[in-house]
């Protein structure tokens, strides 16, 4: 976990000193402020990953008892998924600009197995087990779906400015509106050390929606230039402090019939987000419109976005990370 931490602190680092994400900035001739006002729309296809601290850990398969016992720790792996950004800017002739721009990604994870299993959720240690004496029940086999969904809705306001005729430089200011709801859904069967059930389901809910001021910049720098196109190295980098209230449920049934409700308090806190690409830029001049292809890599980072109170990690506080490719075209309308 401690050379998790150090990853994500190393990651943060490089995205402020290399720094490119979007406040869209738009495509007007690179290195050449605009002398009038135009307006671009433009669209992302995002390939990213998923991982999250708290996915790790979700069932344990007990080793039988003796001097040497052992124990396996399963997570559920998460695959890649297509994902969505479009939005809309104008660009005055001061050098003034403003966009507005929607974010969509939805992602899910399954898995399976058998042994003497063990859950590492609350709901099922209470099971049987009023009193806490026990650990819950155990069984010959379980399965689990984890599903994501994230949008986000991005307001920004930014002005670019050049620099020695090599780089463009492009701080932004805006407010950003976001929800992530998660639900974990796990399911029980043939318990070993009780046959009052057959099986049992848990279903976790851990909904997240918040409203928060961002900033961030976007850097761009010359490789080659020319009358009809040109090309770039980019990198952005942005946060957002978020305000925002999470919706916590976690209940436990199975053909008993029992009923278990676990009393996840809901929360309202401050959780920040932190956002970092870096790509390539090719840019197609005419006299009505330019053309900008973006291709890059974007990681997205959510702190504390995982709450829910678990059997064996008491209350979490895990972030959310979001990775991959992002390419990106962009209309600039003259």
């Not at 991005?154 to 992530?180: C, R, T």
């Not at 976690?250 to 053909?255: A, E, G, P, R, T």
């Not at 972030?319 to 209309?331: K, P, W, Y």
């Amino acid at each position: 976990m401690r050379e998790y931490q150090i990853k994500k602190i190393i990651f943060s680092i490089f995205c402020f000193m290399a720094s490119p994400i979007y406040a869209y900035q738009s495509s007007a001739n690179f290195l050449t402020a605009p002398n009038n006002n135009s307006y671009y729309l433009f669209a992302n296809l995002l390939y990213w990953n998923v991982s999250e601290a708290g996915a790790d850990n979700w069932v344990q398969d007990i080793g039988s008892a003796g001097v040497h016992q052992s124990t396996t720790v399963y997570g559920v792996p998460f695959d890649s998924d297509m994902g969505l950004r479009i939005g809309a800017g104008f660009n005055n002739a001061s050098g003034w600009d403003a966009s507005l721009y929607y974010t969509g990604y939805h992602t899910d994870a399954t898995d399976a197995q058998t042994g003497n299993l063990a859950s590492a959720y609350l709901g099922n240690f209470w099971v049987n087990n009023t009193n806490g004496a026990s650990f819950g029940p155990s069984y010959q086999s379980a399965d689990m779906n984890w599903d994501i969904n994230l949008d986000s809705l991005d307001l920004a306001f930014g002005h670019e400015f050049i620099v020695k005729n090599i780089m463009s430089m492009h701080p932004f200011f805006g407010l950003k509106l976001a929800s992530i709801n998660q639900d974990i859904k796990t399911n029980w069967y043939n318990p070993i050390n009780t046959n009052n059930f057959t099986q049992g389901t848990e279903k976790i809910t851990n909904d997240f929606n918040g409203i928060g001021p961002s900033v961030g910049i976007d850097l761009s720098f010359k490789l080659l230039s020319k009358t009809h196109y040109a090309l770039s190295i980019l990198g952005s980098f942005s946060g957002a402090l978020m305000y925002g209230h999470w919706d916590l449920k976690d209940v436990y049934n199975n053909n008993q019939p029992v009923t278990k409700t676990i009393d996840n308090t809901d929360m309202t806190n401050v959780a920040p987000m932190i956002d970092g690409f870096l790509g390539l830029q090719w840019t197609g001049y005419s006299t009505k419109i330019n053309t900008t292809v973006r291709i890059g890599y974007e990681e997205q980072i959510w702190y504390d976005q995982l709450r829910f109170y678990s059997y064996n990690m008491g209350r979490l506080h895990d972030e959310l990370t979001l990775q991959g490719g992002t390419i990106d075209v962009n209309f600039n309308f003259k």
